[in-house]
């Protein structure tokens, strides 16, 4: 529709002007713009003088120059500097926006975002401080082009569609803004123009030309009443008298002596049929059908016949083809059907070229598929109704398949049809791609603002439901793989857009989760997808740890995206390391030590991840027995790599960086006790044990964790003595370290000492190893009662906290000396002798020794030691009083005392979590020792599944592990840990 056209018979001849007149000439409506917000007049003249650059011009004009010219990022800095308003900055920005419309590469989501930003600096206040008809003009002109006609074009054939409809009706608004200032403008100005008799051309030209603007403006509106009317939704009361108006307005130009005629009349049935009403619907049947009855009939006042018949050829077209729209519109199947037979009957009767035939083609398999979707509508059985739908989405298959161009447009506004609640199994594939490519369009438009504003703290468009839509479109295309138009590239496609639009939802952790399982599924079948989307979940998983790194789900994340990064065909080594030591902290020992032996030479971790293959070595065979082969040969490994690992620490201790240097001192110590501990296991050797840690005290003077190491490194001296059976070179090696750091830093490392000793008992007891049980013990009974006998001769400040300690030492010594005793009354009562001495720690005098050991701070919150109460509890059990057992452990449990199933420790600046056995013997032998004292069960059994559905498969730990499975199957035989439906929270605890 050609906007100039209406009446061909104005008395004056117009200065035609095509639709792409030059952009550039928008600088006037900005420079005018400036003017009238500053008051300095005339701007626009600068540029007419002798172009002497940027330098010469006014902050105004430099403005509107730098805008002209695309220099955005400079224009944004003079604005940012000159504080010029945020009003004139948009329209300013706008500028540039409309200058990239020109781009004939721009994909459509990215033509509406700038079409966008043209709008948004085109405000009411802007418009009216422009006074240059001719740039308003030009203006208005230009968004129809680039931003309505496309649109409007969609909603005529098309029909209704309520995005399209909201997408341009703000540009439709602005285009009548402008439209209606043209014409004030112009009609202004050319009332004031003075034509200085008939050889003044200058003056009659400057007329002619205003009052071209003002008719073509006028006219120009009229036009965009209709596109408003047609952007309006369906059932807006408005829409009636808008296109009433204009269809008023239009019917001064339905005279017989307008050879525009037949124009004028589709105009005005356009308007009639958006009108919505039996009226309109009646009046537009007859303005089509007076175009189509004055086929071939030239009118009087045409000037040449030949022309005037080919100019009304596409009037005929349209008569014809918006004749049968509008029954459609209308509703009336039959009627539509009869009309577009009509259609193309005259189609085959037309004689045109190829091209033209092509697009009528695509005209016609629109309009005839929005007619078999009307008659399945109005269908009165499934039978026909079923049929119309399949024959409607055939026709559009193969109209994409002949115009694959075209297949956004179709797809999309085949959505306008469909129920977007209808659930994805129930639509065909069409219909899927149709959703996808909602979804694609979103997340085209969320990637160009962030282009087009990359510094903007403004929120991205979003839409999750739409992308919700699409995302399960696109997982229903997977499902469907191998069926009918499913092949391998769409359901390839269809996995990794469901991850993108999951991502575009703001669902980062599902989308993370996605892309990893794209990474996977296609690794073989389309490497570079895969790698893409592999790429995209490592950015999501950093985002997320960035933003909650303590999350369980994180973790899980990070479980999932290190192995299938370094593992074929992706091969990332450069994350080996870092999900090796990862691998560490889990105490998945054997897992680490395999990662850490796939580093190369030429990776920059690989001295570091030598240090740590030996750790995990080290750490796998800790839980052996001593006289399984394979704790051998990792050991045995292990020490092969001391000597290298030793070096590159010791190189690093004399980094100027004072924490890389004290944690390479750490890490060399360690190294140290590693070696020491391999002499008397492996080599058996606890002479060169002794000989290792000789100069130990020196290595790690000063370090954080000094204490603890000097401990184990007491630990395995006091055990090489005892190997060689210098009992009392052990107790006298140890007394001289104490009195050496003396006090609290000698109690200290003693504390370590005695924990590692407990330490190893317990992953002794833990593979099994009674010879290196019976060892360990027979160590501890020799050395504490002598720590207690001296500690008991030592006075100072320190003294009593000092005697606590090591007389709860001695207890649980003895306690753990009946479990060696082979005679069952000595074990007796070498047990009570210890329940004894630990009822004594227990007593108030006891406590209040023990309360010496703690922290000032901490002192007015404690109960009692955790450490006593347990071993109480455990002699009581032992003794066989089931029900003072039962006391002892249910307040352990009910005040959470001995802390949670896992324990988390660091070793060499990594966190290594560990099964907490104290937890999970308190837990189990509460829940027995109720049930075998007759205790009433129900609140146990609750509290036992609370365990399960919490904890999972850490339940029972390395040791507890096999007793709760039984308790489980005796007290909850219906529970299935591993069935989600009996794993809902309890709703009660004891």
């Known amino acids: 529709m050609n906007h100039h056209d209406l009446d061909r018979t104005s008395k004056h001849t117009r200065c035609r002007r095509s639709a792409s007149h030059d952009r550039s000439r928008w600088f006037g409506a900005i420079a005018l713009a400036v003017a009238a917000w500053t008051g300095i007049g005339g701007v626009s003249s600068v540029f007419a003088q002798n172009g002497a650059g940027l330098n010469s011009l006014s902050d105004d004009a430099l403005l509107a120059e730098l805008a002209r010219r695309n220099l955005g990022q400079l224009l944004d800095r003079v604005m940012e500097d000159a504080k010029t308003p945020e009003d004139l900055r948009l329209a300013l920005r706008s500028r540039i926006s409309l200058n990239q419309l020109e781009r004939a590469d721009l994909s459509p989501s990215r033509r509406y975002e700038l079409i966008r930003q043209v709008v948004a600096g085109l405000t009411p206040n802007m418009v009216a401080r422009v006074n240059d008809p001719k740039t308003l003009y030009e203006q208005a002109d230009l968004l129809i082009q680039d931003g309505i006609a496309s649109d409007i074009n969609t909603l005529e054939y098309w029909g209704p569609s309520p995005a399209t409809q909201a997408q341009v009706r703000p540009v439709v608004e602005t285009a009548i803004l402008l439209a209606e200032r043209a014409h004030i403008t112009s009609t202004d100005q050319m009332s004031k123009v003075v034509v200085r008799g008939p050889d003044d051309q200058r003056g009659y030209n400057q007329f002619i030309e205003l009052e071209n603007i003002s008719l073509d403006s006028e006219q120009m509106k009229q036009q965009l009443a209709y596109y408003r009317a047609l952007a309006m939704d369906v059932a807006d009361p408005q829409r009636d008298p808008t ?38 619907f009646d009046a537009a049947r007859k303005a089509f059908n007076d175009v189509i009855t004055s086929d071939g009939k030239v009118p009087p006042e045409a000037e040449n016949a030949d022309e005037w018949i ?185 996995r990794y857009r469901e991850a993108v639009f999951v991502e575009a939802a703001g669902r980062n952790k599902d989308a993370a989760h996605l892309y990893l399982d794209v990474a996977t599924a296609l690794a ?208 006298n090696s140890l007394l001289k370290l104490i009195d050496q750091t003396g006090g609290q830093r000698g109690g200290a490392i003693v504390r370590g000492m005695l924990e590692r000793l407990e330490g190893e008992f317990d992953q002794a007891r833990s593979a ?108 009581y059990h032992d003794l066989g009083n089931l029900d003072e057992a039962r006391n002892r452990y249910g307040r352990l449990a009910v005040d959470r005392a001995v802390g949670l199933p896992v324990t988390v420790r660091t070793e060499g600046g990594v966190e290594i979590e560990s099964d907490n056995d104290a937890y999970w013997e308190t837990i189990f032998r509460w829940i027995d020792t109720s049930k075998r004292t007759n205790q009433p069960t129900d609140q146990f059994k609750t509290y036992l599944k609370e365990q399960y559905i919490r904890w999972g498969d850490r339940v029972g730990g390395s040791l507890w592990k096999s007793q709760f499975e039984s308790l489980r199957k005796e007290l909850i035989p219906e529970f299935d840990p591993k069935d989600p439906a009996s794993t809902a929270p309890p709703t009660n605890t004891p």
């Open 768 to 875: 099994g190893d009674s010879t290196r049980m019976a060892t360990l013990q027979k160590n501890r009974a020799a050395l504490t009662p002598r720590l207690v006998e001296w500690a008991s001769r030592q006075t100072g400040p320190d003294a009593q906290r000092q005697l606590y300690i090591y007389k709860r030492y001695n207890a649980e010594t003895q306690r753990l000396a009946a479990d060696f005793s082979p005679e069952p009354a000595d074990a007796t009562s070498r047990r009570e002798a210890a329940l004894k001495l630990f009822l004594e720690l227990d007593a108030p005098e006891g406590f209040k020794q023990y309360q010496l050991t703690l922290p000032e701070a901490d002192r007015p919150r404690a109960r009692y030691d955790t450490a006593v109460a347990l071993s109480i509890a455990r002699l």
């Open 310 to 494: 080919a100019a009304d050829f596409a009037n005929q077209f349209e008569a014809r083809f918006f004749l049968a729209a509008l029954e459609v519109t209308a509703q009336s199947p039959d009627a539509a059907r009869k009309a577009f037979e009509q259609l193309l009957d005259w189609q085959k009767r037309a004689q045109v070229d190829n091209d033209l035939k092509a697009q009528w083609a695509v005209a016609n398999d629109i309009l005839e598929y929005r007619i078999l979707s009307l008659q399945a509508q109005r269908a009165t059985s499934p039978d026909l109704r079923a049929n119309k739908t399949d024959e409607a989405t055939r026709l559009l298959l193969r109209l994409i398949d002949k115009r694959p161009e075209l297949t956004d447009l179709i797809l999309t506004q085949l959505l306008t049809t469909v129920d977007p609640n209808t659930p994805v199994e129930k639509l065909d594939i069409l219909l899927l791609k149709a959703r996808v490519g909602e979804g694609e369009k979103i997340v085209a438009q969320i990637e160009n603002n962030a282009i087009a504003n990359p510094s903007s703290n403004a929120p991205t468009i979003s839409e999750p439901a739409a992308l919700n839509r699409a995302a399960e479109a696109a997982r229903e295309i997977v499902r469907r793989a191998g069926q009918k138009d499913v092949d391998n590239k769409l359901v390839e496609s269809a």
């Open 243 to 280: 296109a009433r108006g204009a269809i008023e307005y239009l019917t001064a130009f339905d005279r017989e002596d307008n050879p525009a005629r037949n124009f004028v009349r589709i105009m005005i049935g356009k308007l009639h049929s958006v009108r919505m009403n039996t009226d309109g």
């Open 524 to 731: 073989k079948p389309n490497a570079p997808l895969a790698e893409i989307a592999l790429t995209r979940g490592q950015r999501l998983v950093g985002i997320l740890r960035e933003e909650n790194p303590n999350s369980p789900d994180v973790e899980t994340l990070l479980d999932r995206v290190f192995p299938i990064s370094i593992a074929p065909p992706f091969k990332q080594s450069q994350y080996a390391f870092t999900w090796g030591v990862r691998q560490q902290r889990q105490r998945k020992f054997a897992e680490a030590a395999e990662t850490f032996r796939q580093i190369k030479k030429d990776d920059p971790n690989y001295n570091e991840s030598r240090y740590w293959l030996l750790r995990a070595l080290e750490n796998q065979a800790a839980p052996l027995p001593a006289t399984d082969p394979q704790r051998n040969q990792l050991l045995t490994d292990a020490n092969k790599l001391i000597a290298d690992v030793r070096k590159f620490l010791r190189d690093r201790t004399q980094s100027t960086d004072d924490a890389v240097r004290d944690r390479s001192r750490s890490q060399l110590a360690y190294v140290t006790l590693l070696g020491a501990r391999i002499a008397g296991s492996v080599k058996n050797d606890p002479r060169e044990t002794i000989d290792l840690l000789k100069a130990f005290e020196d290595e790690v003077k000063g370090l954080p964790d000094e204490s603890q190491l000097m401990g184990d490194a007491m630990f395995m001296r006091v055990g090489a003595f005892m190997a060689l059976d210098r009992v009392d070179d052990a107790v």
